[in-house]
Each structure stands twice: as structure tokens, then as C-alpha cells.
């Protein structure tokens, strides 16, 4: 085992046979298990109100393995190995009913204890009191907190404010899967390790950033919880506004996770609001009606599995976002994001301004322009568009825009690129909290998006339908058109 692994720790999953647990948690253990990075006394303990014995519950999650993990990669004696870390406690999260049996499971061990908290965040408070009353806290003690955490800015507070009561800021690790992304944490590196980029990061250089997040799923059986949320809480609020941040916010003292959560923070505190003169030039909210995914008919949203006919929630969202500070002023952040989408895709755009004195054909010149794209899925990797003579006698000096591409699979000769959460889990055993969000910065993003849902709700307007299968309404695209510009799937 590696001597600078980090020590032998317990991790309790409470929400153990939810679908988080058994689609991502479980099957990202198992390659770190795979992979000789979990140490070898390191146990996973299984915490739901299933009423299953101990073979049921690794048979469940030995199942959800198999579903989940191909086959050629699940390998038997690392499954065994996996499974004889297994343990489950049936557990009532907000009452003290089966606490003392995990108090028990811990009696003869010194293991640090991660409590791993995929649950609603409405239980956050219950399960940290009960944790407390059975003394299962203690300054080794970390609990991770699934996003999004509240539903505004109030019941964020609220459900910050219960834990805190409990674990210090230190010892709270709130998630974003998307910071776990080989490509996001590229994003550093391409930043600040290259001054072929970081000389040319701001205003003077950068004529403005696209950041899509689209899918092609609709609600997949989710529309009782979704319908509360909708597209901006629960995609905008956290993935979308940490991906800008990361393009946007100046360059750390350091790569200490306070260094890189204070330059975040200054970010979101620089953001432009969206006023209510704003909310109709600067921000598009959309509805996907009926329409088609891959050749075959899908349902609108409000014909989808127990959908109310009078929702007006939203599941698509565009913005233009501007930065009121040195680095980025008059330059605009358009944001995308929505369900029902042509595919599933996230990227993030960078368009750099074009030369200041353009010598070839003039009617080429709307694609004389460098752009960085940073794939974020399927397929992640970097490219750079840059533009060079097309090929052939007869051209002339005709340009064409080509690109330099760096694919990480094809690249670095891997089969595969650990998923998200298998970095998010292996940095949390280690205590390295740079991946994960503070409170602050989850604070100053609600305050941001609660204006916005205010906004809506005075105004009191529906959101615009748009065909599944489409990119959204139509004016999503005449909000960037008005400024000149267009999104980059028309473009391309």
C-alpha cells in the first residue's frame, strides 16, 4: 500500500439504496478499490430505512455494479474484496432508532468516520443531532453534503446553519460533481500553467464565453421533485455558476483550497444582478413541449409522468451574465442550459477577439477568430480552433479554421477517465477540500438567483415552449443575436 495514502477511515453512507448511492457512490468506490487506493482496513457502511439483511444489501449493490460498471472492468476477486467491506444498518435518519447499532459497528475502532450525507438536505439537521447525541462527532469527523443545498437563500442558511452546529467549516465537504471532472480541473492547469493562455485571459483579449450544460433527457420520473426546483435552481445555482467561476475568477496565491475558494468568491460578489429591466434582454426561460429525441416522439413537460398542467416551471434556462470588474468588464458570460436538448453536452467556449487589422477576404472575415473549447462530456478534452491557409493551388490565401485538439482518452492511452465522483471521494479521504464548495460561495450564488426567481414570480410570466429535441426557444437565440453574435452549434 502506498505509505502516503491516507489513514484507514469508515465510510457511512446514509441513503444507501438511493439512486446516487447505488448509480455513482458504490461503483466509484469499487474502482478506487480496484485501483489499491482504498486502504485495506477502510470499511463502507450502508445507512437506509430498507428493511434488508447484510447479504440482501451487498447482493443490491453487487447488482447496480454489474449494471453500472462494464464488464471487462469488474473484476471478481476486487468484487469480493469490495463486498467484505460492506456493512448495512437499517436506519430512521430523523428519529434516534438505529444510531446506537452504528455507535456498536464503531465500538472496537479508532477509524476516522465520513459521514456521506445522500439524502434530501431536509435531513441534514436530524442525522447531525443524532450523529451528536450518540457521540459520533468529533474533531476527525467529516460529513459531505449533497447539492443543491436549500431551495433559496433562507432555507440554504437554515440547513448551513444546523450542521454548523455541529462541524466546523473544515470538516464540511459540500459537493458539486462537476468540480471532479478531468477537464474542469484542466481548466486550472491551462490557466495558470500556460502563458499562452493566462497572458490573454481578460477583457483586451476574450470577446466573450459560452458555458452550455444541455441534456437529452426530460424528467425521467423526477417531476414531483423537479417541479419545486426547475432548471436554474438546480442546475444554474451550483454546476453552471462553479464552471464560470473557475473561467473567470483571478489567479490563486496558491493551490490551497481557501486560496482557490477566495478568487471564487470574488467572482460571484462581482456579479451583475438581473434587475427586473434586465430579466427580459439578459435572461430566456423555457418549457419543452412535445416534440423529437433520436427519431422518436417524447412528451412535452407537462404531459410527462404526474405532471400538474398548470406548471409553470422552467426547464430550460439562457443568460447573458456580466462581471463587474477589471478583468472582465463589458465582456458577456452566455449560459445556457436545458433538458430535452439535441444531446447530451457540456462545454465551455472561449471566443477571442478577432486580429485588429484583418488583411484577407473580407467575406471570411466572421470566422477569422480563435476559440478554446473545453469539453466537459461526452468526449472530454480541450481544442483549439485556429485558422490557417486552405490547402490547393487554386485556393489562394483562403483561410480555413482548424483545430488543435487534445482528446484526454486518445491522448493519455486510457480506456477510461475516472468519473467525477471517484476523485470527489479519494480527495475527501484525504481531507483536500479544494474540489468542494464553501458556505459563502453557495450563499452569494443563491443571493444571485434569487433575484432572478423574484423577478419571475412579480412578473408573473410563463415560461416559452420550445420543442424537445430543439436548443431551446427561439429567443434564446435572439438574445445573443442582438448582440452580434451567435451560439456556437449555428456557428460551426
Partial sequence: MNPNQDKVCDLAIFGAQGDLALRK?????????????LDAETRVIGLARDNVDQPGFKENVTE??????????????????????LQYIKLDFATEEGYDQL?????????????????????????????????????ETRVVLEKPIGYDLASSCEINDQVAKYFDECQIYR????????????????????????????????????????EKVGIEGRWGYFDKAGQLRDMVQNHLLQLLCLIAMDPPSDLSADSIRDE???????????TPELLTTHVVRGQYGAGTIDGK????????????????????????????????????FYLRTGKRMPEKLSQIIIHFKQQPHYI????????????????????????????????GL???????????????????????????????????????????????????????????????????????????????????????????????????
Fill in 25 to 37: 457512490l458504490f461503483p466509484s468506490l469499487f474502482q478506487l478499490d480496484k485501483a489499491e487506493l
Fill in 64 to 85: 447496480h455494479l454489474k449494471k453500472y460498471i462494464p464488464a471487462d472492468e469488474l473484476d471478481n476477486e476486487v468484487l469480493q474484496r469490495f463486498c467484505s467491506r
Fill in 103 to 139: 455507535v456498536a459497528t464503531r465500538a472496537k475502532v479508532k477509524h476516522r468516520l465520513i459521514c456521506y450525507f445522500a439524502t434530501p438536505a431536509s435531513v441534514y439537521g436530524p442525522i447531525c443531532e443524532n450523529l451528536s447525541k450518540h457521540q459520533l462527532i468529533n474533531g
Fill in 175 to 214: 459537493i458539486d460533481h462537476y468540480l471532479g471532472k478531468e477537464t474542469v480541473q484542466n481548466l486550472i492547469a491551462l490557466r495558470f500553467a500556460n502563458n499562452l493562455f493566462g497572458s490573454q485571459w481578460d477583457l483586451n483579449h476574450i470577446d466573450h464565453i459560452e458555458i452550455t450544460v444541455a
Fill in 264 to 274: 471564487k468568491v470574488k467572482v460571484l460578489k462581482a456579479l451583475q444582478p438581473i
Fill in 297 to 332: 416522439p417524447v412528451p412535452g413537460y407537462l404531459e410527462e409522468e404526474n405532471a400538474k398542467s398548470s406548471s409553470s416551471t422552467e426547464s430550460f434556462v439562457s443568460l447573458k451574465v456580466m462581471i463587474n470588474n477589471w478583468r472582465w468588464a463589458n465582456v458577456p
Fill in 360 to 391: 484577407f477576404a473580407p467575406e471570411q472575415r466572421s470566422i477569422a477568430s480563435n476559440k478554446l473549447i473545453i469539453r466537459l462530456q461526452p468526449d472530454e478534452g480541450i481544442s483549439l480552433q485556429v485558422m490557417t491557409k486552405d490547402q
Fill in 394 to 492: 487554386d485556393k489562394g490565401m483562403r483561410l480555413r479554421a482548424g483545430p488543435l485538439q487534445l482528446s484526454f482518452s486518445d491522448t493519455f492511452h486510457t480506456d477510461r477517465i475516472p468519473d467525477a465522483y471517484e476523485r470527489l471521494l479519494l480527495e475527501l479521504m484525504k481531507g483536500n477540500q479544494y474540489l468542494f464548495v464553501r458556505r459563502d460561495e453557495v450563499e452569494y450564488a443563491w443571493r444571485w438567483c434569487d433575484r432572478i426567481i423574484q423577478g419571475w414570480e412579480d412578473q408573473n410570466t410563463r415560461p416559452q415552449k420550445y420543442p424537445a429535441g430543439s436548443w431551446g426557444p427561439v429567443s434564446s437565440i435572439a438574445m445573443i443575436t442582438r448582440d452580434g453574435r451567435s451560439w456556437y452549434e449555428d456557428s460551426a
